[in-house]
Structure formats: structure tokens, C-alpha cells
């Protein structure tokens, strides 16, 4: 698969700290597959208006991008890391509108409009007792 073989190199060029260049390089080649994983991240909200696929693939990117060590061995390894990366970007997202809907100065409105209109906020508080409960196991499991 020569496709591979150029993520291979490409991944090396970044972990090598190959700049900018061998990031776009590797996203370009990787986009459909980022495509797929950001769509399977936003199934997971079940509806609820998050970033779009297009937003949350830059973000991804910008995130990504930032770090000082990157250090991937495979495709399937920076596909991992990207896909914990869109997690944690939905989670903030959420952590965000979680927030706004305590408050951030909008206008309370009555539970009986908001079942009317359709705003349900159980999808981004069941969430965030889920990530919780990783960070939990995750915190555990390394000790």
C-alpha cells in the first residue's frame, strides 16, 4: 500500500519535527479517514448540535499541530490520537454549552417551552458523567 508507506515517512518527518509542511502533507493523505472518525464522534452526540465534520477536523488539526512531541508509529496510532483529540474537543464543546445552559447570560426559559421547542441537555450531561467516569478508570489504571 503505498499510501501507508507515505504516512509512514510523513509520520516520521513530524515526529522528527518536520515543521508545518509534513502536517498539511499528512492531513491531506489522511482526510478521508479523518472524515470517518469525526463522523463517528459526532454519532455519538446523538443529534446534538456540535462542531460540524469540516470544523471539528481543523480543530483536530490545530490541536494536533500544537503539540512540542508528536510521536506516531503508525496510521492507525495517529488515527487513535486523533480520534481521543476530536473526543476531547466534543467534551469541551459540551463542558461550554453545560455553561451557557447554567447561565452565561441568556434568558432562563420555562422547562415546559423547552420541551416544546425540542431543547434536551441529557445528551451533554450523560457525556460528561461518562468522560468523568474514564478519567476515573484511566487515573486508576495508571496508578
Known amino acids: 500500500m503505498p499510501a501507508d508507506v507515505d504516512v509512514t515517512e510523513l ?5 522528527d519535527g518536520g515543521g508545518a509542511d509534513a502536517w498539511e ?3 491531506e493523505i489522511v482526510y478521508r ?3 470517518d472518525v469525526a463522523h463517528r464522534q459526532r454519532l455519538r452526540w446523538h443529534g446534538q448540535q456540535t462542531l460540524g465534520t469540516t470544523a471539528l477536523i481543523s480543530e ?5 499541530v500544537d503539540q ?9 496510532h495517529f488515527l487513535g490520537a486523533a480520534a481521543i483529540t476530536m473526543r476531547r474537543i466534543l467534551i469541551n464543546y459540551a463542558r461550554e454549552a453545560r455553561a451557557e445552559k447554567r447561565g452565561g447570560g441568556a434568558s432562563p426559559i420555562r422547562l415546559e417551552d423547552a420541551e416544546a421547542i425540542g431543547l434536551a441537555d441529557h445528551d451533554f450531561d450523560t457525556l460528561l458523567e461518562l468522560e468523568e467516569a474514564l478519567d476515573k478508570l484511566e487515573a486508576e489504571d495508571a496508578g
Open 25 to 27: 502533507e499528512l492531513f
Open 11 to 15: 509520520l516520521r518527518r513530524v515526529s
Open 68 to 76: 512540542t512531541r508528536a510521536d506516531f508509529n503508525s496510521r492507525a
Open 33 to 35: 479517514d479523518l472524515r
Open 60 to 64: 483536530t488539526y490545530l490541536r494536533l
